[in-house]
């Protein structure tokens, strides 16, 4: 679509995450996940598995920064750990 019309919602619709791995880090406050995210493909009406992946830092108990990577490569160099 032309002009950025584009919307949460307007081409997919998650229908379920499930996660694969968690690894905390060494500072005991970053861990990352490796997911995979089904979603329902809204014009095809298909369903399509996607991996995905996130880094938390978390103090306290309260969630404080989150990122979202689309290569589980990635997330893992943010958290200063390599595969």
Do not use: C
Not at 25 to 35: F, K, S
Not at 53 to 82: F, N
């Amino acid at each position: 679509m032309a002009g950025g019309n584009l919307r949460p919602g307007h081409v997919a619709r998650e229908r379920a995450s499930e996660v694969d791995d968690l690894i905390e880090a060494p500072d005991g406050e970053t861990v990352v996940m490796a997911l995979r995210v089904l979603l329902r493909l809204k014009r095809f009406e298909v369903d399509h598995e996607m991996p995905w992946a996130a880094v938390w830092i978390i103090r306290d108990g309260k969630l404080v920064w989150a990122q979202g990577y689309v290569h589980m490569a990635d997330a893992l160099e943010a958290a200063g750990l390599s595969e």
